[in-house]
């Protein structure tokens, strides 16, 4: 298992941060931060399933085909199936911050704009 890791990446313009909680061949865990209005590109997986829960503030969680919008608060939380393409965002007016487990399988992420 790999050590704890905190970096800073741009998404839509804004800073999000983002942990590494663990991450093997199979198994990734993640902890992002999302200022209000920052979100992630649609998105894809090939070979894992997104399994994300809200820890703090509120997440949205938008699928196409089937067209699906989550309104996650803290304790809640959805999947999204390998292959459907998503996007992950903080529609609220503070900070936000989720959990992202994505597991049984070799990680990618295929943009789908």
Known sequence: ???Q???GTTVSGARRNLKVIAQTPDVRIVEYTLNPGDSHPWHHHS???DRIYCLEGLIGVDTRQPSQQFRLQPGENC???VGTVHHVSNPGSGISRYLLVQALGKY???RAD
Request: cysteine-free; glycine content about 0%.
């Open 47 to 49: 070979a894992v399933t």
């Open 108 to 110: 990618d992420y295929i």
């Open 79 to 81: 999947e999204v199936p």
């Open 5 to 7: 890791q905190t970096v």
């Open 1 to 3: 298992m790999q050590e």
